[in-house]
C-alpha cells in the first residue's frame, strides 16, 4: 500500500470512529469518507463532527456538502488561474509558428 493509500485508510477510519462516536451508524462515515475523497477533506469533518457534535444526519450530510462544495471550488479556482496563465503566455511569447527573418 502507498503512503497515499495508507494515510487515506487511517484518516477514513479516524471519520467512522468520529461518526460512531456520536452514535450514527459506519456506514454514514464510509458514505462521508467516499463523498469527501480526500484525506484533507476528512480532517476538516472530523474536527467539525468533534467540535459541534451535531444531533442529526442530517446536519452531517449538509457540512459534507459544505466541505465538498469548497473543495470543488478551490479545484476550479486553480484550473482557472492554470489557464489563465497558459493564455497569458500565449499572448506573451505567440503561437511559435511564425518564422523569425
Known sequence: MTTNQLLWTRTKNELVRSVERLGFPAELGEAVARHL???????????????????????????MLAIRSEVDAWKEKKASEEANSRYNEMLYYGLGTEEEP
Open 37 to 63: 475523497g480526500s484525506p484533507k477533506a476528512m480532517e476538516r469533518m472530523i474536527s467539525y463532527l468533534d467540535y459541534v457534535k451535531p444531533k442529526s444526519e442530517e446536519l452531517i450530510v449538509d457540512e
